[in-house]
């Protein structure tokens, strides 16, 4: 396989889809040296055969707001790959949502989910629909209108997905109430539910409790630890939250958090007590995080930038993709930071990782780092099926363990000449080479 060349004929076939050719560049670029070790690999077309997804949908949404007004969107479910298990992977509400992003999305949930050590194949899904300023009853009737049409290609052993961006709780569970209304089954279809009805004990902390996780393992390879570390981290939403309290938990000082519209720095760190303050203000009241600086008045609010200027130790974008670009990763290096870690899915630009990996700074890919919340997605298929719940310290071991785990295949595939650990490597060589030996056996399909 010539790596440039496969890229070039995607973005000839699929063109326009910026996100999914970035995507696909930093896995090719890494494997490649791997991949043309076997030649019957190449025999195959194993490489465009785990490039295209296996399918997609793609349909109209049609609901009704609150004022009788008929609003559309457009909804998608990429089923990209099942060779170790069914399709796997969230639904993302936002406006920015297109055919490109969510192939990226599915493209890296395949190598990630492969790296979990759970039989899970990749997919991914969703909307241009954006449940920011929305009733709870407009929420639902467009959660509903989606899983009138995605019922028809998911189940518990075909494609099962979950949240992501803009899908939490409130709307899994609405989504859920849709699919056992249309089918009158009740099943494991979507993971993320609440505890009540067949939900995991730590879904919702396992993200960013596995980028934390992740990112100790790091440290630790270096001798160092959390304990006394600034952290800054973007977001402030479901991955964040949990990112913060586990580095509270292990004795960091988290300085910063963002939303779309800018961020907080709050010099005298986010503490336990603050830090509910924004999960109620985000999760219950669904506010904006400048309304932080307003409840503590030592804090700073920076409308429309990102965090990565402020001086801190550690970084964690926990927003979304291309959120930290080669500018500010300079900026990071110059101001010490030693580590960077992503719970977020591709929030590094190709120019960011290169000044990280030049620096021979701690850099953690998503595929990584953020593996936890599919893992702990994968523990609740598995309780769902044994109709049984696990404890929430039973759970956070097994996140652990599966955190660990993928540290160690990281370092594996990972390790350079000079003992530094390129994670991008090690994570996308270790993610193919399963699915590709499952594919290799299951004939050419
Ligand atoms: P949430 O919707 O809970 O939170 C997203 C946060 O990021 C919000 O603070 C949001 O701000 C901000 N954000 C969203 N879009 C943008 C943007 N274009 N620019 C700046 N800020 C933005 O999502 P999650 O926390 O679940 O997801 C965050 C990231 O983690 C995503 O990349 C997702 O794919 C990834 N991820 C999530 C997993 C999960 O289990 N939830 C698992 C693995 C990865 P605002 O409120 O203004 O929109």
Redesign the pocket.
């Given at each position: 396989m010539e790596a440039k060349k496969v890229l070039e004929d995607l973005k000839r076939r699929f063109p326009g889809e910026p996100e999914y050719h970035q995507a696909v560049e930093e896995v090719l670029s890494t494997i490649e040296e791997e991949y043309n070790k076997h030649p019957e690999f190449e025999k195959v077309n194993l490489i465009e055969r785990l490039c295209i997804p296996d399918r997609i949908y793609q349909f109209r949404v049609t609901w009704m707001d609150d004022n009788g007004n008929i609003q559309t969107n457009m909804g998608y479910r990429i089923q990209h790959n099942n060779a170790i298990g069914p399709y796997k992977g969230?639904i993302r509400f936002?406006r920015?949502v297109n055919l490109g992003i969510l192939k990226f999305?599915a493209f890296e949930q395949t190598f990630k989910n492969s790296l979990t050590t759970l039989p899970m194949g990749g997919g991914k899904g969703g909307s241009d629909f954006s449940p920011?300023g929305k009733s709870n009853a407009e929420v639902m009737r467009f959660c509903q209108a989606f899983m009138l049409e995605l019922t028809r290609h998911i189940g518990p052993d075909v494609d099962v997905p979950a949240?992501?961006?803009?899908v939490?709780g409130r709307e899994v569970g609405f989504m859920f109430g849709m699919y056992k209304k249309l089918t009158r089954e009740y099943s494991g279809v979507l993971t993320g539910k609440g505890l009540e009805f067949g939900g995991s004990l730590i879904r919702p902390e396992?993200?960013g409790y596995g980028t934390v996780y992740f990112l100790r393992a790091m440290l630790k390879t270096k001798g160092d630890s959390i304990e006394g570390k600034k952290v800054l981290i973007s977001?402030?939403?479901?991955?964040?939250q949990y990112a913060a309290e586990k580095v509270l938990q292990l004795g960091g000082t988290v300085m910063t958090m963002?939303?779309?519209?800018g961020y907080i720095y709050d010099p005298d760190g986010i503490d336990r007590a603050k830090l509910d303050y924004i999960m109620e203000l985000k999760n219950v009241y669904r506010g904006r995080i400048r309304e932080y600086a307003e409840q503590y008045p030592n804090a700073k609010y920076v409308e429309g930038a990102k965090p990565w200027g402020e001086k801190a130790d550690i970084a964690l974008p926990?927003?979304?993709?291309n959120?930290l670009n080669e500018e500010q990763a300079k900026t990071l290096v110059a101001n010490g930071c030693i580590a960077v870690a992503e719970?977020?899915?591709m929030p590094s630009t190709p120019g960011a990782i290169r000044v990280f990996q030049e620096a021979k700074i701690l850099y953690s890919p998503?595929k990584a780092s953020?593996a936890g919340?599919?893992s702990v997605s994968g523990l609740e298929m598995s309780q769902n099926s044994e109709r049984l719940s696990w404890s929430a310290e039973e759970v956070d071991a097994k996140l652990l363990w599966i955190m660990e785990n993928i540290h160690e295949n990281c370092v594996k595939y990972g390790t350079e000449p000079d003992g530094y650990v390129n994670y991008v490597k090690g994570a996308n060589v270790a993610g193919f080479m399963k699915v590709a030996k499952a594919m290799m056996a299951q004939g050419i399909v």
């Open positions: 969230g936002h920015s999305l920011r949240g992501d961006i803009g939490g396992a993200t977001g402030a939403g479901n991955v964040a963002s939303d779309s519209d926990c927003a979304t993709q959120e719970g977020a899915n998503g953020n919340g599919v």
